[in-house]
């Protein structure tokens, strides 16, 4: 099976733009989990998505956003960027039905810059 | 909240020895800890995971252990290689969520 797929893998935008960012999981999952990670503050959970349906959402603010396709490919996207958003943004698949938890799967992620 | 703490942050260690790396949660309700190996430019690999109804289980060089008294959970390499090189993160589940919880992160280094 091929893995989880993330595009794409390096951005530059500047402060004050909104960025996009796409995750495929691995086919047959269901449940796509988004996280940030920097030096400073490790791996942080954004949000999970089940089924087109955010079911958990990490403390951060509204300008993070996500959503879910039928097909279980994801976006996250990030209005009004600030220097503080540069990190690495990581997608994890996992079957997620009920009954869990299952085993996380990450993608290579997207190294944001934000200048 | 919940909360993963790991230790040591750094960790150097003569290819061969053996390398111990700890985590302590907080959430008592937390039933499933994976261990993921990150090396530099990729995203985090699942090396080894443990539900909590074991208290070990091994694949090859590493093995993970768990004391849900204690809560804490242990990820243990043996004749360690270069290629061992990179940073371990634990993590655990939040209990009634589908969020994990990070440990902050493990460099191991293996001179040779």
């Known amino acids: 099976k091929a893995g989880v797929t993330q595009t794409p893998r390096y951005l530059i935008k500047t402060r004050g733009q909104q960025v996009t960012l796409s995750c495929s999981p691995i086919s047959g999952h269901r449940s796509v989990s988004w996280y940030q990670q920097t030096p400073g503050q490790g791996l942080q959970f954004l949000f999970e998505?089940?089924?087109?349906?955010?079911?958990n959402k990490g403390n951060f603010p509204g300008r993070f956003s996500g959503r879910q396709f039928s097909n279980s490919r994801s976006e996250m996207n990030v209005s009004t960027l600030e220097l503080g958003d540069s990190a690495l943004y990581l997608c994890a698949s996992s079957e997620g039905h009920l009954g869990g938890p299952y085993e996380q799967y990450f993608g290579p992620g997207t190294r944001l810059t934000v200048t | 909240g919940e909360n993963v703490e790991q230790h040591p942050s750094t960790l150097s260690v003569q290819e061969g020895d053996s390398a111990v790396i700890k985590c302590t949660y907080s959430d008592s309700a937390s039933n499933y800890f994976p261990w993921y190996k990150q090396e530099l430019g990729k995203g985090p690999q699942l090396i080894i995971d443990i539900r909590s109804n074991v208290g070990e289980k091994k694949d090859q060089r590493i093995a993970v252990t768990l004391n849900k008294t204690a809560k804490h959970f242990s990820l243990h390499i043996t004749e360690t290689q270069p290629e061992d090189s990179a940073v371990y993160f634990c993590a655990a589940p939040s209990s009634g969520t589908y969020k994990y919880i990070f440990g902050t992160g493990t460099r191991l280094k293996v001179l040779a």
């Open positions: 998505y089940f089924s087109e349906t955010q079911r």
